[in-house]
């Protein structure tokens, strides 16, 4: 199965902004809602940002306000811009198709390598 390719992680003083990238397969990228996940040293994958193909968000409570994620159909791509970035942000940040059922979100698609967000003085 294809995995996503996830760039534009970096190391980043607190306050500071990002822009991840996730080039997705266009056989999922095309069917599903797209959703930023991160996991931190020692802690579970959680979803902080979702779209849908149409353009529906939604967004984790720690980052509204902060985060915002858009997609572009035409390349395949969504993107997370991440602003007033705080240590607690700090983890690799990953893409995948998902879904949301029963109260909760699920991937469902092959994980990529994710790219790395370090947020430090």
């Known amino acids: 199965q294809v995995q996503p390719v996830e760039s534009g992680g970096g190391l980043v003083q607190p306050g500071g902004s990002l822009r991840l990238s996730c080039a997705a397969p266009?056989?999922?990228?095309?069917?599903?809602?797209m959703g930023w996940y991160r996991q931190a040293p020692g802690k579970q994958r959680e979803l902080v940002a979702a779209?849908?193909?149409?353009?529906?968000?939604y967004y984790e409570n720690s980052v509204k306000g902060r985060f915002t994620i858009s997609r572009d159909n035409a390349k395949s791509t969504v993107y997370l811009q991440m602003s007033s970035l705080e240590p607690e942000d700090t983890a690799a940040y990953y893409c995948?198709?998902?879904?949301?059922?029963?109260?909760?979100?699920?991937?469902?698609?092959?994980w990529g390598q994710g790219t790395q967000v370090t947020v430090s003085p």
């Open positions: 995948n198709p998902s879904t949301y059922n029963s109260g909760s979100w699920k991937s469902i698609g092959s």
């Open positions: 779209i849908s193909f149409s353009g529906i968000t």
């Open positions: 266009v056989s999922t990228f095309s069917r599903y809602t």
